[in-house]
C-alpha cells in the first residue's frame, strides 16, 4: 500500500510525478488493468486474498 500512500500524499500536496498531476486516477487505473490481467490469467482468486491481506 505504500503506493497508494504516496499517490493519496502527493494527491492533497498537489506535487506533479513527471507532469502528471492527477496520480489518483493513474494508479486506480493501473490497480484495475493488473486486477483484470491476473483474473484473465487465473489468478483471480490470489489477488482478491493479498488485497484482503494487505487492507
Given at each position: 500500500?505504500?503506493?497508494?500512500d504516496l499517490a ?9 510525478v513527471d507532469g ?36
Amino acid at each position: 500500500m505504500h503506493m497508494t500512500d504516496l499517490a493519496a500524499e502527493f494527491h492533497l500536496s498537489n506535487k506533479e510525478v513527471d507532469g502528471v498531476d492527477d496520480i489518483e486516477f493513474w494508479i486506480h487505473k493501473l490497480f484495475n488493468k493488473i486486477c483484470g490481467y491476473m483474473t484473465k490469467n487465473g489468478f483471480g482468486d490470489l489477488w482478491d486474498e493479498e488485497f484482503k491481506n494487505r487492507c
